[in-house]
């Protein structure tokens, strides 16, 4: 086997640890095509692999990975793998329960970032959960402690209560969801920010009144690879999903073109108040 390098740049998180830019979300594959799916992902050169408990294809995930040769050793130090803590398995106990039986799906010694799934702000266990990381992150199963969905406010009371801001806030972030207010608190505090459904689930590709596809057309690539460039430029971190092998590889390709200035500017203005996934005031990932 040999591992195929995609030229994908890394980003420095506050904490030292780089993560690649771009990487493949898994939300929403059935366990038993996960395997082929992330496999697939890592033959065309991804090394970067974003799931979480509530997907329930932990399992999957590993599979792949080992089907790759990539579990152990010095191949399993070229990827980044992420996961998720289940909102229902927040608190001390609890979290470090869920871990382990996390890492032993994944089938590996280690994951590179572990995340609180969502804020659930009606039953706020974050600070409690944090202890739980900090103890995983001293034992070296975890190297990145990260949290998913977290608004400024949510941000301030986890700082409050544990004196130490996350080092990625993964949200939902594409062109008609810019959730600017969020992205510039974090990027006051040092917090990178990770984008999931970057392309609205699909549906902004058909935003901006024909803008994305005549911007596609003049450098001869998808609108899909419009807004990922675009994501890519204002330094997001991104994980696009595909099952199809095809548009792995597209996803992948985002280095060789560049968006003007104006280019630029015409997606930004395609901001809206419409979100296409859940509101982290509300929702909670059982």
């Known amino acids: 086997m040999v591992w195929t ?7 420095l998180l506050s904490d030292g640890n780089r ?49 790759f040769g ?31 039986r996390q890492l032993a799906l994944l089938g590996t010694d280690y994951v590179d970032m572990y995340m ?17 990381f900090h103890r995983l992150r001293d034992e070296g199963v975890v190297k990145t402690l990260g949290v998913c969905n977290f608004l400024p406010e949510h941000l301030e009371r986890l700082h409050r209560e544990t004196g130490e801001y996350p080092v990625v ?14 992205t510039a608190f974090c990027k006051e505090h040092g917090i990178a920010v990770e984008a999931y459904s970057p392309l609205a689930r699909g549906a902004d590709l058909t935003a901006g009144g024909g803008r994305l596809e ?28 595909s099952v199809h092998r095809e548009r792995q590889a597209e996803n992948l390709d985002l280095f060789g073109f560049t968006l003007t200035a104006e280019e630029h500017a015409a997606i930004d203005a395609m901001d809206s108040p419409v979100r296409a996934g859940h509101d982290p005031m509300t929702y909670a990932y059982a």
Not at 214 to 241: C, D, F, S
């Open 116 to 132: 609180i799934h969502w804020p659930t702000p009606f039953d706020w266990r974050a600070d409690q959960v944090w202890r739980a």
């Open 169 to 182: 806030d993964q949200i939902e972030l594409h062109p008609s969801w810019q959730q600017r207010t969020v």
């Open 19 to 67: 993560i690649p830019q771009v990487g493949l979300g898994v939300l929403r594959i059935d366990d038993d095509q996960t395997a082929g799916v992330v496999r697939s992902a890592l033959e065309l050169g991804y090394r970067h692999i974003d799931t979480a408990a509530g997907y329930r294809n932990e399992g999957g995930v590993g599979r792949g990975l080992k089907a």
């Open 70 to 100: 990539c579990q152990d050793g010095s191949e399993r130090a070229n990827l980044w793998l992420t996961t998720k803590l289940r909102d229902s398995e927040q608190g001390y106990d609890s979290a470090l329960r869920a871990f382990d």
């Open 5 to 11: 390098m995609t030229a994908v740049p890394d980003i």
């Open 214 to 241: 005549q911007i596609a057309q003049a450098h001869r690539v998808t609108p899909a690879q419009v807004v990922l460039r675009w994501h890519i430029e204002n330094g997001t971190i991104i994980i696009p999903k």
